[in-house]
């Protein structure tokens, strides 16, 4: 496909809410606040927010140029880069990487539809723990109703996308982004007018200086590419539908920011509850599914229609964050197929949702049927998370900020951080900037790929 025929984001606004709702997902609202129960709070939450700043913004920038540069998908991106290099392959990494996440993400996501659906209908309710807990162990660990749900959300992603870019992608997240920010504010000032939530709200924005520990920094920057999209081609393609007249700094700082604010807003809709309920905050992945549910209900016993109201917002805010980030993945691969393999929109779209439905398939029943087939000791869905989040998206990452800093033709990067050189700011900081890819970035994504190496 021509770059001069290639779709564009219509505004700047219409951008930052596409990258932002690929960043804020489930690994804000799911991810995050168990993360920062199981090591230590907010000290977790200060060593991420520098891992943000410091690293990950780089990386963003980095992704950013070269996707606008180019206007392709990764794979394309690179050759056009790099011609007659073997750099091109590191799209087919990303490829491959998005391909796996949406994969075991949507299974996740359909949890998140069920849920909905059963908040709607008053099926949540629970008066024990044990209840709650035993709704989510008999969903997850049957076939047909988990498989259901995981096919009815990847469905979803496979229509928004084949609509293209304006008339699906944007259409989306321009309302979804700002929707899925006002319901998580809600709930988070519900959660915190609850009756012991201000253990709660001390834990998260009390460092408890003596949790940190090394595997601290290397969850907290692990993270960090996993809330941005780092490392798996959302980016690049995402900026290469940018203006030329767009501000790649700007952006991308408006970006973390909402993804930043974002996670801490979902901590406080999530760790306040839990403290009011006497649940242990460290409790892992299960918090979202098997434990708020429970909460919401016992919380709103003397006023149960809001508690009602709450729960279906709550999971309604999980679904939509879930939507946003997985059609950011399916894009990478769809576009990929539309970029270099010249097929259609919809054909790649049908193609890669039943590629996914397949390794899905075997990521959804990981937990029932086939919860006893292990590789490494993992199951099929633990290992397709470690495998892309602590690994290939790591890997990709710091390929990508050496290609930058050293491959890449410095003035090339320059022009276009800079838009030409009519951007002064961005002038003024490009030497900093082009220093901390070069050398800071690969030395820090190195340290954290080593500590997950060592780990497995």
Not at 150 to 173: M, P, R
Not at 374 to 382: A, H, L, R
Request: glycine letters at 8%; aromatic letters at 14%.
């Amino acid at each position: 496909m021509a770059v001069g025929k290639r779709e564009k984001f219509s505004s700047k606004f219409t951008f930052i809410m596409a990258m932002a709702g690929s960043a804020i997902g489930l690994g804000n609202i799911w991810r995050f606040p168990y993360m920062v129960g199981e090591h230590g709070g907010a000290a977790f939450i200060i060593v991420y927010i520098l891992c943000c700043i410091f690293i990950s913004l780089p990386i963003f920038i980095c992704e950013a140029i070269v996707g606008r540069r180019t206007g392709s998908s990764t794979y394309d991106a690179m050759s056009k880069l790099a011609p007659g290099s073997k750099w091109k392959y590191i799209g087919i990494v990303t490829v491959v990487t998005a391909f796996i996440i949406t994969s075991y993400y949507s299974v996740v996501g359909g949890w998140s539809l069920d849920y909905f659906i059963r908040s709607c209908s008053g099926g949540l309710r629970s008066a024990t723990q044990a209840e709650a807990t035993g709704i989510f162990t008999n969903f997850s660990s049957s076939v047909w109703e988990p498989m259901a749900a995981f096919t009815g959300f990847l469905a979803l992603s496979a229509i928004i996308v084949a609509a293209g870019v304006k008339g699906g992608i944007e259409k989306f997240t321009k309302w979804a982004t700002p929707s899925l920010g006002i319901l998580i504010i809600i709930i988070a000032i519900y959660s915190i007018s609850l009756p012991g939530a201000s253990a709660g709200v001390e834990y998260l924005v009390k460092p408890d200086w003596s949790k940190l520990s090394p595997s601290t920094f290397s969850y907290a920057l692990g993270q960090s590419f996993y809330s941005l999209s780092l490392g798996a081609g959302c980016v690049v393609v995402y900026s290469s539908f940018m203006k030329k007249s767009d501000n790649i700094l700007a952006s991308g700082g408006w970006t973390a920011i909402f993804d930043t604010l974002f996670a801490i807003i979902a901590g406080f809709a999530v760790m306040p509850a839990v403290f009011a309920a006497n649940i242990e905050p460290g409790a892992g992945p299960s918090l979202v599914f098997e434990t708020l549910p429970y909460i919401f209900f016992q919380m709103g016993q003397q006023a149960p229609v809001l508690s009602r109201i709450i729960t279906i917002l709550f999971f309604l805010a999980i679904l939509v964050a879930a939507l946003t980030s997985s059609i950011s993945m399916f894009e990478v691969c769809v576009e990929h197929m539309v970029d270099h393999n010249k097929m259609s929109r919809k054909k790649a779209a049908r193609l890669f949702f039943a590629g996914s439905w397949v390794l899905g398939t075997l990521c959804c029943l990981s937990f029932g049927v086939l919860g006893n087939v292990k590789i490494f000791g993992n199951t099929i869905f633990s290992n397709c998370d470690i495998l892309s989040s602590n690994y290939l998206m790591t890997l990709t990452a710091l390929v990508m900020s050496i290609f930058v800093g050293w491959k890449m033709d410095r003035s090339e990067a320059r022009d276009e951080f800079t838009n030409g050189g009519t951007l002064k700011w961005n002038a003024r900081i490009f030497d900093t900037l082009h220093f901390v890819v070069k050398w800071i970035v690969p030395i820090m994504i190195i340290e954290i790929f080593v500590s997950n190496f060592i780990k497995l």
